[in-house]
């Protein structure tokens, strides 16, 4: 594990030690990179997502951190509600260490018996840094509505990148309410 610590920093400092007379270049690298902090440098994992936002249009945010398995439990009995017709958002906030992320993405899906919608989301290619970094939609999407769309609806969350390698998978359940 150590020698791969060292391997990653050696190839970040690789690429930030190219091109320096580039001034375009350097600041791409600057705003990718920043500065290179490891925040768990005990932990091997290179994307660590620790909070799932739902963002509403009116300024409510509910944060809810998807490795407590306590709170997804909770979850199980006592869904995140919505209000009908309701404007809302997904995001995340997570902590990439260690090397580059390249093409981090989330794929959500919710589904009530025979109805089911997936969403694939590219967030993008993030550098490591100490402080938490975060996404959101760009668009409100509009809560279902109708006697039928009300009640429970099963979710799966699932962070993973070009490579394909999963980083988190998760399960919660949302209720549209009247």
Same mark, same amino acid.
């Given at each position: 594990?150590?020698?791969?610590?060292?391997?990653?920093?050696?190839?970040?400092?690789?690429?930030?030690?190219?091109?320096?007379?580039?001034?375009?270049?350097?600041?791409?690298?600057?705003?990718?990179?920043?500065?290179?902090?490891?925040?768990?440098?005990?932990?091997?994992?290179?994307?660590?997502?620790? #909070?799932? &936002? %739902? +963002?509403?249009?009116? =300024?409510? @945010?509910?944060?809810?951190?998807?490795?407590?398995? *306590?709170?997804?439990?909770?979850?199980?009995?006592?869904?995140?509600?919505?209000?009908?017709?309701?404007?809302?958002?997904?995001?995340?906030?997570?902590?990439?260490?260690?090397?580059?992320?390249?093409?981090?993405?989330?794929?959500?899906?919710?589904?009530?018996?025979?109805?089911?919608?997936? #969403?694939? &989301? %590219? +967030?993008?290619?993030? =550098?490591? @840094?100490?402080?938490?970094?975060?996404?959101?939609? *760009?668009?409100?999407?509009?809560?279902?509505?109708?006697?039928?769309?009300?009640?429970?609806?099963?979710?799966?969350?699932?962070?993973?990148?070009?490579?394909?390698?999963?980083?988190?998978?998760?399960?919660?359940?949302?209720?549209?309410?009247?």
């Amino acid at each position: 594990m150590t020698s791969e610590k060292k391997k990653d920093t050696s190839h970040l400092a690789a690429i930030q030690s190219k091109d320096t007379d580039d001034k375009s270049l350097n600041n791409y690298k600057k705003q990718l990179l920043g500065d290179v902090e490891t925040p768990f440098p005990n932990d091997p994992r290179k994307v660590i997502v620790k #909070e799932f &936002y %739902v +963002l509403f249009e009116d =300024g409510k @945010k509910i944060v809810l951190d998807p490795t407590d398995k *306590k709170l997804l439990e909770k979850l199980k009995k006592e869904p995140i509600e919505i209000k009908e017709k309701a404007k809302y958002k997904f995001g995340v906030g997570f902590y990439i260490q260690h090397d580059i992320c390249h093409g981090l993405k989330m794929k959500l899906k919710l589904a009530k018996g025979i109805f089911s919608n997936t #969403e694939d &989301y %590219v +967030l993008g290619s993030y =550098g490591p @840094k100490k402080q938490i970094q975060e996404w959101f939609q *760009k668009h409100y999407d509009e809560a279902p509505s109708g006697y039928v769309m009300r009640g429970g609806y099963t979710g799966t969350g699932i962070f993973y990148d070009l490579d394909k390698q999963e980083h988190l998978k998760w399960e919660f359940k949302i209720k549209i309410v009247q």
